[in-house]
């Protein structure tokens, strides 16, 4: 499943600091080393405000990305 249809679903996804994920997910859930990963899903696991509240941005985060929307940005893109 990709990042993005988990993100759809409601569910954070973490990801390394490098990359183009860092870019698409919440600063909090970005890690730069494995201990910071551990802390991240751990707070995530343990902590339902947290959860929570990352839950509904990753949801949010791909609402302006349906198949038309992303189709139309892409056809403006190459014109």
């Known amino acids: 499943m990709s990042v993005i249809d988990c993100q759809a679903m409601g569910l954070p ?7 183009w994920l860092a870019e698409h997910i ?3 859930l970005v890690f730069d080393t ?3 990963a551990v802390r991240v899903a751990e707070r995530l696991a343990t902590d339902p ?4 509240v990352h839950a509904k ?7 302006d990305l349906t198949p ?12």
């Open 57 to 63: 941005g990753a949801h949010a985060s791909t609402t």
């Open 49 to 52: 405000e947290f959860y929570l």
């Open 26 to 28: 919440d600063p909090e």
């Open 13 to 19: 996804v973490i990801g390394p600091r490098i990359g």
């Open 68 to 79: 038309a929307a992303v189709a139309a940005r892409y056809l403006e893109a190459i014109k």
């Open 34 to 36: 494995d201990d910071r």
